[in-house]
């Protein structure tokens, strides 16, 4: 090839990567304009069930400094972790407008974007970054996710940054490890579970990844890494805990895995043992019937129901996990059908209640379709990516990405499970995707030139 030639396909590249940035760039710009507007002309559409739940607290930290419920409930929060609530009071802090939170919150996911095609290039190449990228840039449940007031957009960003952090734990030779790329990743970890639980337990799957990888290594050495991995959340989540502890005797990171497993994942298996049904079953249970305990109306009989801060005893809590554990071992099959089909809705489920929510579509049936077929496709091509990346050299930092995909998603399973849980894992199914992408291309490449060597001049 001449220089000449090398000349024009560089231009021709460094045009293709204008042109993928410009796309980029008014996807964001998409996601700002409709998450403005949609603020304004119809609030409701970038809340939830769960906004007041963070939006409370937010004003609360504000106007106290103390994580309350609201600042005119001095109830302690325990629901929800701090880390959601956190970013809110910056952004009402700064604009003191909850209209501004959305926009806000949707041009920030340009850092999800570009931590996104970091990693990419990184793991298997600036083409396949830069497609990573692309996806997350148009994925309706990120677009749709960004502008909503919940803790999905954060996530997404922490998890890519988790994975960011384990590839430099894990992509190196054993001899180049440093502890401080592994303590940088127990840290984004930490701070992942007090925005939302679900990774409470994802630092002891780390640690076995991390053991095996560097299995080689001195004890002494090994030994080091995994305190640097754990010594974050035991810090910084065990910190939160032991807060929990003295404010409202109990231990738990926040009660809402308590109230998940009793009210959503217990009802459901109860209704389905006993054939009466899940909203009866709620009832029976002392739970609210739509699903959420709010104890100032409904409150279970073994709760001190007459204490004015009810929502507060912490002890409950811990007995509604007890209570719901019980609940589903004691009926395994109901259990197990509960948890698989929640599992199906979490990695199948086309997310058209969320999306057209967000844009304020009320027959978002319509959307079923093409989102459904844009999910599969993701999937399909993140399966093969999945087959290509723990087949190569990075094969560790791949199945530190697969494992995180697969824990959270098993985690996530039950019965309130839908597309939108999938969304904080979507930039990390985009890496895998555009590595499937990439390899099918080079394989079409590779069959068209044998074809094309084969025909006679």
Known sequence: MTAVDGGSRAALLRRRRLAWWILVVL?????VAWAAWVAHAHPEAVRSGDTPQYLGPARALLDSGHFTLSPEDPTPMFLRTP??????????WVTDSVWSISPIQAASSALVVAATVLVGRRLAGVTAGLL???????????FALSGTILAEALTSFLLVCVVAAAVLAFARPPRDVRARHVLLLGTLLAFATMVRPTTYFFPLVAAVLLAVRYRRLTPRTIAVLLVALLL???VIVGGWQVRNHRTLDSWAVSASPGVTLYCYQGAEVEGLARGIGTRAARIELGCHPGGWDDLREHCPEWWPCD?????????????MSRRGARIMLDHPVESAEVLVKGFGRGVLGPGSDTVGRFLHLDGSGILAGPLF??????WTLATVGAVVGLRSRQRA??????????????????AETGARFRTPLVPLLALFAALGARHLAQAWGARRAVRAGSTPG
């Open 27 to 31: 996807a964001i710009a998409a996601r």
């Open 83 to 92: 880390g959601y609530p956190v970013l809110l009071a910056a952004i009402l």
């Open 132 to 142: 990573a990228g692309a996806i997350v840039a148009f994925d309706p449940l990120q």
């Open 232 to 234: 974050p959340s035991i």
């Open 307 to 319: 204490d004015p801060q009810r929502v507060a005893y912490g002890p409950g809590y811990d007995e």
């Open 373 to 378: 077929l844009w999910n599969l496709a993701l």
């Open 397 to 414: 930092a791949w199945a530190f990405v697969a494992a995180l995909i697969l824990y959270v998603l098993v985690v996530s399973s039950g």
